[in-house]
Structures are given as structure tokens and as C-alpha cells.
């Protein structure tokens, strides 16, 4: 489980202007990096285990530093 990566998913969907209400929320995600809604609400909730590809994605999608996603890193941007 990571409550570091699921804080800072959410901080970017914050930015992105992603509404706060946790089904529209999971909804959103879960489309925008296309997994499973239960894949994505886990995520959101810091209950998922850590993924290498996921985090990657993830971190593609959002254009951060995968190491500042998982909290390896305070450098937000490559």
C-alpha cells in the first residue's frame, strides 16, 4: 500500500480540476488512465500495492517524476 502515491494522484487531479466526489472521482480516473474502476478507486484510497508499470503510467499521464509519485523524490518534474 502507498498513502504517498495515492496523496499525490490526487493532488494532480486536484490541479487538473478533477472533481473532489469520490465516485466521480474514481469514474474519471479510472477512464483518463484506463484500468478498472476498483483498480482506481484502491489507488485513490493508498490500498493498492505498488505497481512499477502503474506508476510509470501514471506518471507519464501527469508528466511528474515517477519517484516523486511513490515519495522516493521532492523533485516533482524530470
Same mark, same amino acid.
Given at each position: 500500500?502507498?498513502?504517498?502515491?495515492?496523496?499525490?494522484? &490526487?493532488?494532480?487531479?486536484?490541479?487538473?480540476?478533477?472533481? %473532489?466526489? %469520490?465516485?466521480?472521482?474514481?469514474?474519471?480516473?479510472?477512464?483518463?488512465?484506463?484500468?478498472?474502476?476498483?483498480?482506481?478507486?484502491?489507488?485513490? &484510497?493508498? %490500498?493498492?500495492?505498488?505497481?512499477? @508499470?502503474?506508476?510509470?503510467?501514471?506518471?507519464?499521464?501527469?508528466?511528474?517524476?515517477?519517484?516523486?509519485?511513490?515519495?522516493?523524490?521532492?523533485?516533482? @518534474? &524530470?
Amino acid at each position: 500500500m502507498n498513502r504517498q502515491l495515492a496523496d499525490r494522484v &490526487n493532488k494532480e487531479l486536484d490541479e487538473m480540476g478533477v472533481p %473532489s466526489r %469520490s465516485e466521480e472521482r474514481i469514474e474519471i480516473f479510472a477512464k483518463l488512465i484506463k484500468i478498472p474502476r476498483f483498480k482506481a478507486e484502491s489507488l485513490l &484510497n493508498g %490500498s493498492l500495492p505498488l505497481d512499477e @508499470k502503474l506508476v510509470q503510467l501514471l506518471a507519464e499521464e501527469f508528466e511528474v517524476n515517477p519517484e516523486w509519485l511513490t515519495g522516493k523524490s521532492d523533485k516533482r @518534474k &524530470n
